[in-house]
Structure formats: structure tokens, C-alpha cells
């Protein structure tokens, strides 16, 4: 319930104000809490929201699937951020 609720307040105070979320990093068990999730979010919301598996250390490669995902200039600036 708290998930629902939450989803659909922030989806009420701010309707359709959400271009893409990417969640990274994110744990391959991460997976299973967001597939019993995902059925309580608006499906519009749902196609939004892209998990990203992969190590995070700070020496760690960039997934690959971010440069899908996003500008290659963006990574970089996050990537200078994060050292």
C-alpha cells in the first residue's frame, strides 16, 4: 500500500512530469522487489522507470545499457561527479 500510495501521489501532484527514470545502480535481487511492484504503477509510469544492474565502485565501467539510455556527454559529467 505504501508503494501504491506514494506512486500515485507524486503521479497526481505531478502528472506527467516524468520523462525517464533510470535506477542504477541496482542489485540483480532488486528485480524481484520491482516485479512485485511494477503491477501496482500506472503502466504509462511503469515504461518510464529502467533498472540498470551492474557494479558501482567508483572504478567500476560504466554499463553499457547507459549509453543506450542516455547522451554520452551526460554520462561523462555524471562520471566526473562520482570520482
Given at each position: 500500500p505504501f508503494m501504491q500510495t506514494s506512486c500515485r501521489?507524486?503521479?497526481?501532484?505531478?502528472?506527467e512530469r516524468l520523462e525517464s527514470c533510470i535506477i542504477f545502480p541496482m542489485p540483480k535481487v532488486a528485480n524481484v522487489i520491482w516485479k512485485a511492484v511494477k503491477p501496482f504503477l500506472h503502466k504509462d509510469t511503469r515504461k518510464k522507470i529502467v533498472?540498470?544492474?551492474?557494479?558501482?565502485g567508483v572504478k567500476d565501467p560504466v554499463p553499457k545499457k547507459m549509453s543506450q539510455l542516455m547522451d554520452e556527454e551526460?554520462?561523462?559529467?555524471?562520471e566526473d561527479k562520482r570520482r
Open positions: 501521489f507524486l503521479c497526481d501532484l505531478h502528472p533498472l540498470v544492474n551492474g557494479p558501482a551526460m554520462i561523462h559529467q555524471l
